[in-house]
C-alpha cells in the first residue's frame, strides 16, 4: 500500500530531493518549498521569511496526532512561541461557529496583530485557518503546511480561503495570500488510496488545461498507488507535485483575484462538480471525486460547444479511469438538485453560467454558450458508464 511504502521512507531510503517554486505577485510574492522531510525544516524556513511574533499553529484532532509535535518543535527550535489549537476534523466543521471558537482561543492565548498562523492539514484546515489569518486583527500573516495531495497541488497556493455555509461551499471568504508554503510529500504517508486518488483528480486538471503530456505520467502512477509508491516513485514526487503547483502559480499570477477570466480555468470540472457534491449525502463523495464527475461533463461540452476531438476526450477519460476515480454518478442523484446546486456555486455571474471548456488539450476557454439544458445532457450523460 501506497501508504506503507511512505512510511518507510520517512528517515530512511528516500532521497531528499527539492523542488521550489515562487509565486511573483508583487509584495504579495512567496515560495512554495517541496521537499521529502520538510516538516521537520518549517522553523528555519519559516524564519527565514523574515516573520517574527508568536505562532497560533492550527490543524485537526486526525492531522495533530500525526505530525503536530514535529511542527511544533521545528518553530520552537527556530525560537518561535507556539500555542496549538486544534478542531474536530472534517468538511462539515468548516463554518463560521468554528471559526469563531478558534478566535476566541487565540484571544485567550494573547495573539494579537503581531502573531501569525501556521495552518498544518488538508485543504478544510488550510481554507480555514487562512480565513482566520485573513480576518483576524484585519488580516495576520500565515503560513500554510499542506498534508494531503490535494492541498500540495490545489487549495495551499493561491490565497483563497474560505468557510462553507448552508447556501454553498466557500461562499464567505477572502483572498490572502501565504508567506510561504512547505509541502513535505512524505506527509502523504498516512491518506488512504482514496484520498491519494481524489487529490489527484486536480493534477489530471491541471494536465488538461496546461500540461497534457503529464496525463501519461499520473497513469503511470495509477498502478502504485495500491501495490505501494517504490522509492524511485517517492524520489520523484517532489517534482511531481512542484510541476502541478507550477502550473497553478503561473495562472494565479496571471489573474491573481479571478478579475481578467484567466483564472477560471482552474475551475474545469467544478461547476457541474460542485452541483454534485451538494446533492449528494455529506461525505459520500470526496471533493476530488466530484471534479472527476464534472470533468467528464465538461469534456461532453467541450466537444459539443468547441469542438474538442474524441481522442482527446478519452485521453482524460482513460486517466481518470485508471485512477479509479468515479465516472458515473451514484444512484439516486437528482438532476434538478444538481442544477439548482451549481446555480449558486461561484461561477455563475449574473445567472449567467461561465463555464470552462477545452478546445484542445492544454487549451481552455471560458465559455458563455452552456445552456440549461446542456447541463441536463451532461448530468444524463453521467447516469452511463464509461
Known amino acids: 500500500m501506497a501508504q506503507n511504502a511512505l512510511a518507510c521512507a520517512q528517515g530512511r531510503g ?36 523574515r516573520l517574527t511574533g508568536r505562532v497560533a499553529l492550527i490543524t485537526d484532532s486526525h492531522v495533530c496526532g ?34 469563531e471558537t478558534l478566535v476566541n ?13 501556521v495552518a498544518l492539514g488538508g485543504g478544510v484546515v488550510g481554507d480555514m485557518a487562512g480565513f482566520i489569518a485573513s480576518v483576524y486583527y484585519r488580516g495576520i500573516p500565515f503560513v500554510q ?58 493534477m489530471v486538471k ?16 495509477a498502478d502504485e498507488i495500491d501495490l505501494g509508491f517504490t522509492l524511485a516513485t517517492i524520489n520523484r514526487l517532489p517534482q511531481i507535485i512542484a510541476d502541478n503547483i507550477a502550473i497553478k502559480a503561473r495562472v494565479v499570477e496571471a489573474d491573481e483575484r479571478e478579475t481578467k477570466g484567466v483564472r477560471a480555468y482552474l475551475n474545469f470540472g467544478h461547476t457541474l462538480g460542485h452541483g454534485i457534491e451538494a446533492s449528494v449525502p455529506y461525505g459520500s463523495l ?38 479509479e476515480l468515479p465516472l458515473t454518478l451514484p444512484e439516486g442523484v437528482q438532476t434538478a438538485d444538481v442544477l439548482a446546486r451549481a446555480q449558486s456555486d461561484k461561477k455563475f455571474r449574473n445567472g449567467q453560467i461561465r463555464f470552462v471548456l477545452l478546445s484542445d488539450l492544454g487549451n481552455p476557454v471560458l465559455s458563455d454558450a452552456v445552456t440549461q439544458e446542456d447541463l441536463r445532457e451532461a448530468t444524463a450523460l453521467l447516469r452511463t458508464g464509461y
Request: charged fraction near 20%; aromatic fraction near 4%.
Open 105 to 117: 482561543e487565540m484571544v485567550a492565548a494573547g495573539h494579537d496583530r503581531s502573531s501569525f498562523v
Open 286 to 323: 470526496l471533493h476530488g471525486e466530484v471534479v472527476s464527475l464534472g470533468m467528464r461533463g465538461a469534456l461532453y461540452l467541450s466537444r459539443k460547444h468547441c469542438g474538442l476531438s474524441a481522442a482527446a476526450e478519452r485521453e482524460v477519460l482513460d486517466t481518470l479511469k485508471a485512477l
Open 206 to 221: 491541471h494536465a488538461a488545461i496546461r500540461k497534457p503530456a503529464m496525463l501519461g505520467e499520473l497513469r503511470a502512477l
Open 145 to 202: 503546511i499542506p498534508t494531503t495531495v490535494m492541498a500540495q497541488v490545489d487549495s495551499s497556493v493561491g490565497g483563497k480561503t474560505a468557510v462553507d455555509i448552508a447556501a454553498g461551499k466557500n461562499l464567505i471568504g477572502a483572498f490572502h495570500q501565504p508567506r510561504l508554503v512547505v509541502a513535505d510529500p512524505t506527509s502523504l504517508s498516512t491518506l488512504s488510496p482514496r484520498v491519494i486518488r481524489e487529490g489527484m483528480a486536480e
Open 14 to 49: 528516500y532521497t531528499r530531493r527539492m523542488a521550489n517554486v515562487s509565486l511573483a505577485l508583487g509584495s504579495q510574492s512567496y515560495n512554495v518549498h517541496v521537499a521529502n522531510g520538510s516538516l521537520d525544516s518549517v522553523g528555519f524556513l519559516v524564519s527565514r521569511t
Open 66 to 99: 500525526l505530525y503536530a509535535d514535529r511542527v511544533q518543535r521545528s518553530l520552537e527550535d527556530a525560537g518561535y512561541e507556539v500555542t496549538l489549537h486544534v478542531f474536530e476534523e472534517g468538511e462539515a466543521q468548516k463554518h463560521l461557529r468554528t471559526v
